[in-house]
């Protein structure tokens, strides 16, 4: 039986680690490992954690640099990346391990939903997942997965300030090998959009994507993206 190790990539999430890691421990077997990598400075999430099972990782900050040195450390037969603020549904594990039992298996991501009641969120997830299907590109919070020995043969997660998901899942895509995607939900927080506003965290998500595959800077980017 495959193993697998799921990586968390945190940033002052000590409010929900706790909650993340008692859930994804709950559907873990023997020789699968949880993996946490602190990119703040205090490392406030790690003192928060309760439990003792996860190694513990302190990291530069910056998601790509966090999730690699995770895999790094991994043991797994298949790494499995999950945002902070990303719930897997209960049978997630079965679901990953029946995607990694093809004959062709490389890489995968689950269909997303976003925790909100509103018809917004319904309209946001319809559109991810329809752009998913059609591009065939998965975003990270989709929970993104691989074999861990093709995710070393790409070189990981390009050290980039953002886009890293896209870039990797971008690459796997042009040199022809299959990402598998889920029909199998993740729920992913809204606090973001209802934080800052629906209608202008869309638009910067689609300015970014766009300046993105136009080539703009991914430092530009980056920073629009803090700023906005």
């Known amino acids: 039986m495959k193993t697998l190790s799921v990586i968390i990539p945190v940033y002052h999430e000590g409010r929900g680690i706790n909650p993340l890691v008692e859930a994804l421990s ?5 020789g699968d490992e949880i993996i946490i990598v602190d990119g703040a400075q205090g490392m406030d999430t790690l003192r928060a954690l309760r439990f003792p099972e996860p190694l513990r990782l302190a990291s530069p900050a910056g998601r790509s640099v966090q999730m690699n040195l995770g ?3 991994a043991r797994g037969d298949i790494f499995v990346f999950v945002h902070a603020d990303t719930k897997l549904p209960p049978l997630w594990r079965e679901s990953v391990l029946q995607a990694a039992g093809g004959h062709a298996f ?3 991501a689950f269909d997303l939903v976003i ?3 509103y018809f917004w969120s319904r309209v946001m997830e319809k559109t991810a997942n329809l752009r998913t299907h059609y591009t065939r590109v998965p975003y990270g919070d989709q ?6 020995s093709y995710f070393w043969s790409l070189g990981g997660f390009a050290p980039i300030p953002i886009m890293e998901d896209v870039e990797l899942m971008t690459r796997i895509k042009k ?3 299959r990402i598998v995607l889920l029909n199998t939900r993740v729920r992913t927080s809204a606090r973001r959009w ?3 506003g629906v209608l202008k965290g869309m638009l910067r998500n689609w300015l970014l994507r766009l300046l993105y595959h136009c080539g703009c800077k991914l430092e530009t980017l980056a920073g629009m993206y803090r700023t906005y």
């Open 26 to 30: 709950s559907h873990l077997e023997d």
């Open 71 to 73: 895999a790094e450390h």
């Open 106 to 108: 490389k890489a995968g």
């Open 115 to 117: 925790d909100s009641p």
């Open 143 to 148: 929970v993104l997965f691989f074999d861990s």
């Open 175 to 177: 040199q022809g090998d």
């Open 194 to 196: 209802e934080k800052e």
